[in-house]
């Protein structure tokens, strides 16, 4: 007859040993605009307003609007970045309010993933219409130290059978080598009609 308790330490070793974290986690926020600090109040004749907003510990959202257009920074961003880039679309647009972050090995975050609508104008008509309206997952890179943080990279949510999974991608190979204000951020996988044309202003 065969034995057996020679498995059974090995099985407990196995058992014991802890099983290492995936380098690249995710977490999730809320993005409330109701209730962020003002750092520019709203402008009457653009409709324009700065905010911050909570995000992770250490990591606030910086949200803009002008134009019934919107723009997001994450992290710990300079205040020329802060004062001067906004990245948006064409088209009127509006960012979602489910932050995904993406941590690296470290379990700091380095990118986030946002759902953009965009409100695409119908030729038939000459107004935005929920039948062209447009869904694009915007990966951004988390500033660090040197203060830059900004688009990376874009996934048409609705052209792509698994976009938030394209998205993560993005996430965890372009935005930690990413270099904001040189780089350009491009649509990864495929792109159908609605999704609009971006738009990016950087300081000098």
């Avoid at 976009?163 to 204000?181: H, I, K, Y």
Wanted: hydrophobic share 35%; aromatic share 8%; charged share 20%.
């Amino acid at each position: 007859m065969t034995s057996h308790t020679g498995t059974i330490p090995l099985i407990l070793l196995l058992a014991m040993t802890p099983v290492a974290a995936s380098a690249n986690d995710s977490t999730y926020t809320d993005l409330d605009t109701d209730h962020c600090k003002t750092l520019s109040p709203e402008d009457s004749e653009g409709g324009g307003i700065s905010l911050q907003c909570k995000g992770l510990p250490d990591y606030a959202v910086y949200f803009k609007e002008g134009d019934l257009r919107q723009s997001i920074l994450y992290g710990p961003v300079s205040e020329a970045y802060i004062d001067g880039v906004f990245e948006s679309f064409g088209p009127f647009n509006n960012a979602g309010r489910k932050i995904e972050w993406r941590l690296g090995a470290d379990g700091k975050p380095v990118a986030t993933i946002l759902r953009w609508f965009i409100e695409n104008i119908d030729p038939a008509t000459g107004e935005p219409s929920p039948k062209v309206r447009g869904q694009v997952l915007v990966v951004s890179k988390v500033a660090g130290g040197d203060g830059q943080g900004c688009v990376v990279g874009y996934v048409d949510a609705l052209a792509n059978p698994e976009p938030n999974s394209l998205a993560r991608q993005v996430a965890d190979t372009e935005a930690e080598t990413f270099a904001c204000g040189r780089d350009t951020a491009a649509f990864h996988g495929k792109r159908g009609p609605t999704a609009a044309e971006p738009t990016r202003v950087f300081p000098d």
